[in-house]
């Protein structure tokens, strides 16, 4: 693979990287739209994470996410609707509900999971394993930084 062009200062790769961002983030939310027409990003993303963590409530969702608790209930108000997400009352307190993907849910992001694998497979098919060692681990890092600063 071919070495790109280096910004020239910081600022200067500052800029790309908000640019090339910018672009990373209008690229997932078409990708999502075509992968699951039914499903907007927002929703897909909070699906996923209801089952890798096997379950939270809306409120943990909304901090997790830096999102409104009333942006959240409708999304979750749609998944619901959607017979995607279900909700059961938590055993240790009876007077919360956790959110669970169902059946369909859970099947919706198994196929989307080997799709999403398949298109980044093939986007990275000519990166080195040292480029993906390192691209992943900048990722890693970026995110960390953005949820410090979130915090």
Not at 2 to 10: G, I, L, N, Q, Y
Not at 17 to 28: G, H, N, V
Not at 98 to 122: D, K, N, W
């Amino acid at each position: 693979m071919a070495e790109p062009d280096r910004p020239a200062d910081r600022e200067s790769a500052v800029d790309t990287i908000q640019r090339e961002l910018t672009s990373f983030a209008r690229r997932a939310r078409a990708t999502a739209a075509r992968m699951h027409p039914e499903l907007s990003l927002v929703s897909f993303t909070l699906l996923s994470h209801l089952d890798e963590q096997g379950g939270c409530r809306a409120t943990d969702l909304a901090a997790h996410y830096a999102l409104d608790k009333s942006t959240v209930s409708r999304q979750v108000s749609a998944l619901e609707r959607a017979g995607l997400v279900m909700r059961r009352v938590d055993p240790d307190d009876h007077r919360v509900q956790v959110l669970h993907p169902t059946a369909a849910g859970a099947e919706i992001l198994a196929q989307v999971t080997v799709s999403r694998r398949q298109m980044f497979g093939e986007r990275l098919a000519d990166w080195s394993e040292d480029d993906l060692a390192r691209f992943a681990v900048y990722l890693e890092r970026y995110n960390e930084s953005a949820r410090a600063y979130d915090a």
